[in-house]
């Protein structure tokens, strides 16, 4: 019998418990099918369990649990639990006497009855709370034990932790398609031993390592064997004793390590979420679910985002931990290791670089032993591939230096499962574009202080929406499956690492672009810069505005990249909210200003459109030396140019051949921009070619001034 609670634990649990679930659109994420039966399956027959899933499944659109369900005549319980519920701390059950066994076997003989059946199985996971506690620590609401204890135990942990209720629901399972592999006897014993093993193994990998003292932390990285070894040679090359080094390299551990504590984290959560709903009007997460899987798989993750604005590092941790996943310790420029920033980053889980390690190789041993420890320990790490922000809006050239020690520490543990998670990072508004436009014109950089933060904080103020879209994951092993397919039989030489380091890095910032959104500023922005006057009619602005949504819906089924679905009208809207072009007089423009500021916007997105670009500036080559529009002259001329604009823009495919060619002007066509016929093209739209072409620099302008 299910458990519903007393008067009482009903009672309480609307009051008090607050349950948050993920992924947020469940349904659309999960691709679960609303339409066929849906059973959950939990680990623990409990009734503060149970209420938040059913509160929770209201607010994702799904069935209630509570409700059985019919399927052709039988009335089938819409949960499965491992655990019933006890007095006090329940032992888990011999498999042959589960309960669950029972159901297992229900379940897979109606399937066998019944062809057309197709019953969806829903892992649903708890968490009450979710510290992972401290290193040599044991704690009575240790997350690893939540799913076998009593009810008075489960009371306590609900008192302490029920304002940080979060309920996953995890991937399907298709009943139909377990049933129709052989030895179904034996399908339903394994499907309740692996269930049984389910919920212990996914709390462990999505809960994350226990955090470490820091100070046991500096003093464990000080004691490893090859720091030890550089602490000696460094005495006996300078005047130092071991000693004295020894305390000038903790004094670089105090600089550069993490002090991550749970408890500020979520106060900092607390005070961010207020923030965020003020200056912000919303944040849209696009892809979470594949990192979610690879957590969940138990694998380490190395987070790599583009980085535009200092609100990247808030931003991402705070939507790391809403969207359930561990966070990760951020790697951060020592130059904003200052007051009140710095103890807040730290808490949060910043550890802080210099810019440079050059000048000081001893430093760069420190950090790197640190580094790796981190790394080696399994704790969820990001740092920025790009080094710094952007301040054109481009994704810059990426430094490899943490990616190389990032490799160089998995090779002495191949065994782990590594996977590297490229994200996007767009904003309507970045509230450091104006310093950017004055440091591309010759301003110097300012150094980030206490005074620069008030100065920010005055100008806090409807910023839009933020975007984050996480890309393609990387997974290094694979990945060195595939391109050194000896490397586990041997050591990767440094040649080797150096060229893999640079090819994964490249990956990288192609994955980040692939995974763009375009949301409305930039569009318009990009738009209103094609066009050479910078100002357009409005009818005409609002059918370029269409044509470009066109292009972006023409993308593969695979694609990543998210783009705003809504009318031109509402886009264009969207656009102007942000005061940085106008309408006058049913005339869309900007001025010179505001023209350098768009630019930056533009760049986010435009090598979205650097292939028709690309191509329509080949065809206007072609016409103006009255040559044929024919796909190989096309191809041809493309792909003189292309290495250059695939290296500056980061483009996924390595080289413009014909395939890529015919992509791109079948596309043209489809848009009618081009027609075809007989193996030859025409132009038919003129303004809309002229405008594609106004995305890029024209890259035969030399060719064009001989002519």
């Not at 209201?58 to 005549?73: E, F, R, S, T």
């Not at 990249?561 to 809504?566: I, L, P, S």
Request: charged share 20%; net charge positive; hydrophobic share 40%.
């Amino acid at each position: 019998m299910l458990a519903k609670g007393s008067l009482f634990s009903r009672f309480i649990n609307r009051i008090w418990v607050t349950s948050n679930h993920v992924p947020l659109q469940a349904v659309n994420e999960l691709k679960i099918d609303c339409e066929r039966p849906i059973i959950y399956v939990v680990e623990q027959n409990n009734a503060s369990d149970l209420l938040g899933l059913q509160a929770s499944c209201k607010q994702a659109g799904l069935p209630d649990p509570y409700l059985p369900i019919n399927v052709h005549g039988q009335s089938v319980s819409a949960l499965i639990f491992i655990h019933n519920w006890s007095f006090f701390a329940s032992k888990a059950p011999q498999l042959q006497d589960a309960p669950y066994l029972e159901q297992y076997q229900q379940l897979l003989d109606l399937h066998k009855t019944h062809e057309n059946l197709d019953i969806q199985l829903i892992p649903v996971t708890f968490y009450w709370g979710r510290n992972p506690g401290r290193e040599g620590k044991k704690s009575w609401c240790d997350l690893r034990e939540q799913g076998r204890v009593g009810i008075f135990h489960k009371s306590l942990i609900v008192l302490k932790h029920g304002k940080d209720h979060l309920v996953r629901f995890n991937q399907p399972i298709s009943i139909k398609q377990l049933s129709q592999r052989d030895e179904q006897q034996q399908l339903a014993y394994k499907l309740a031993k692996v269930a049984m093993r389910y919920f212990d193994f996914q709390k462990r990998s999505s809960i994350g390592p226990k955090l470490p003292n820091r100070k046991e932390m500096i003093e464990s990285v000080l004691s490893q064997p090859a720091l030890q070894k550089i602490i000696r040679e460094t005495a006996q090359s300078g005047q130092l004793s071991e000693s004295e080094v020894e305390m000038q390299c903790r004094g670089y551990l105090k600089e550069i390590s993490a002090d991550f504590s749970y408890t500020f984290l979520r106060v900092f959560r607390f005070l961010l979420k207020g923030i965020w709903n003020y200056i912000y009007r919303g944040i849209e997460v696009h892809h979470a679910q594949a990192v979610r899987q690879a957590c969940q798989s138990g694998a380490e993750i190395i987070y790599m985002p583009c980085h535009r604005s200092h609100m990247d590092y808030l931003l991402l941790s705070y939507l790391l931990f809403e969207q359930g996943l561990v966070p990760p310790h951020v790697a951060a420029g020592v130059n904003l290791n200052f007051f009140p920033a710095g103890p807040i980053f730290r808490r949060s889980g910043a550890f802080f670089l210099r810019r440079t390690f050059k000048d000081c190789p001893l430093y760069a041993e420190v950090f790197n032993a640190y580094f790796a420890m981190l790394f080696k320990q399994g704790y969820p790490i990001e740092f920025f591939t790009e080094g710094g922000r952007s301040r054109s809006g481009l994704l810059l050239q990426p430094k490899t230096g943490l990616l190389a020690t990032s490799l160089k520490t998995y090779l002495k543990q191949p065994e782990r499962n590594v996977i590297i998670v490229p994200i996007y990072i767009g904003y309507d508004h970045i509230m450091e574009v104006n310093t950017y436009v004055k440091e591309q014109a010759g301003q110097k950089k300012e150094s980030e202080s206490i005074w620069q933060v008030l100065g920010i904080v005055k100008k806090l103020g409807n910023f839009g929406r933020a975007f984050v879209n996480f890309g393609e994951p990387i997974n290094v092993k694979q990945h060195f499956d595939q391109t050194l397919p000896d490397w586990r039989n041997g050591s990767v030489s440094d040649a080797q690492l150096k060229d893999q380091v640079a090819t994964i890095a490249q990956k990288v910032m192609v994955n980040i672009n692939e995974a763009t959104a375009v949301n409305a500023l930039p569009l318009c922005g990009a738009i209103l810069l094609a066009n050479p006057t910078q100002q357009v009619d409005k009818t005409l602005f609002l059918q370029q505005l269409s044509w470009h949504q066109q292009w972006l819906a023409l993308a593969d089924e695979q694609s990543l990249v998210t783009y705003e679905k809504n009318t031109p009208e509402k886009v264009l809207q969207q656009g102007l909210e942000q005061n940085k072009f106008q309408v006058v007089d049913k005339l869309v423009s900007c001025s010179d200003n505001q023209a350098l500021v768009l630019n930056y916007y533009r760049n986010n997105i435009v090598h979205l459109f650097v292939l028709p670009s690309l191509v329509c500036h080949t065809i206007s080559l072609l016409l103006t030396e009255n040559n044929e529009l024919k796909n190989e002259n096309i191809t041809r001329l493309s792909a003189e140019h292309y290495p250059f604009l695939q290296q500056k823009y980061f483009l996924n495919n390595h080289k413009m051949d014909s395939d890529l060619a015919t992509s791109t002007i079948n596309k043209l066509v489809q848009l009618k921009v081009l027609s075809a016929q007989e193996g030859k093209y025409t132009v038919l739209d003129e303004v809309q070619l002229r405008l594609l072409k106004g995305h890029i620099d024209n890259p035969f302008d030399k060719k064009m001034a001989e002519i």
